[in-house]
């Protein structure tokens, strides 16, 4: 940051400083809140502490879930990477290499591994298993459109698939959220409706949220300015 710089003035090319970007830090620690509470249970890859049941007899079941952690693991951990403005613009190829891992190493490995674990995951539970089926196969589809508008140079609408990605992926959060509702007074949740109901609740809120913030950053983006001030002519989350 230039030291003549005053206080709440923008960074170059009038884009906003990192620190005037209040959505930063709470994204990150809401990834690293989920993780610190999720992995624990898999990093000593023993089947009996895994807070996921396990299907009896399927050995495939725990491998596949474990695969899937860690996937899913890198894929949000390079997303916060991906979403953060000032990585972006002052370190561009840091930006494309984890790019590259996002969708290689994390986002594509694990949509198709949720596909394949969905029927381990709610047998007998049609609703649990069309809804994370549904937003897993939306989460592929975001991560290759993203990617195909990137190769075509088309950078506002790769960050718009990229940010409606990390909205799909971030679904997963519901499921550890909704339970915590059993503790206010005269509120009872079972399990069933957890995993029936987390998937759907949280692909809509998601999104809906991620339209939302797009529709605004667009909007501001292309407002006339007052004179004198500086407009940045990117579109999209910056």
């Not at 906003?16 to 610190?36: K, Y």
């Not at 399990?191 to 692909?203: A, P, R």
């Amino acid at each position: 940051m230039d030291p003549a710089r005053g206080l709440g003035e923008t960074a170059r090319g009038g884009r906003p400083s990192w620190w005037r970007r209040p959505w930063v830090i709470p994204l990150v620690a809401v990834v690293l809140a989920f993780l610190v509470y999720s992995l624990p249970p898999y990093l000593t890859l023993d089947p009996e502490k895994s807070a996921v049941p396990l299907r009896e007899g399927t050995v495939l079941h725990y491998p596949l879930l474990v695969l899937h952690i860690a996937t899913g693991t890198v894929a949000m951990l390079t997303m916060c990477l991906q979403l953060w403005p000032w990585l972006r613009r002052r370190h561009p190829r840091v930006h494309r290499v984890s790019g590259r891992v996002h969708v290689i190493a994390g986002a594509v490995p694990g949509a198709l591994l949720a596909l394949v674990l969905v029927p381990y995951a709610f047998p007998g539970q049609p609703v649990g298993a069309v809804g994370n089926t549904l937003s897993s196969l939306l989460w592929l589809a975001a991560v290759v459109a993203g990617v195909r508008a990137a190769r075509r140079r088309r950078f506002a609408e790769h960050r718009r698939w990229m940010v409606y990605g990390f909205a799909l992926m971030m679904n997963i959060v519901w499921g550890r959220v909704i339970p915590f509702l059993a503790l206010i007074p005269g509120v009872e949740i079972s399990d069933q409706f957890v995993k029936e109901w987390s998937g759907w609740l949280g692909t809509a809120v998601n999104l809906l949220v991620a339209h939302w913030w797009l529709s605004r950053a667009s909007k501001r983006a292309v407002a006339p300015a007052p004179a004198g001030d500086q407009v940045s002519s990117a579109v999209g989350v910056r």
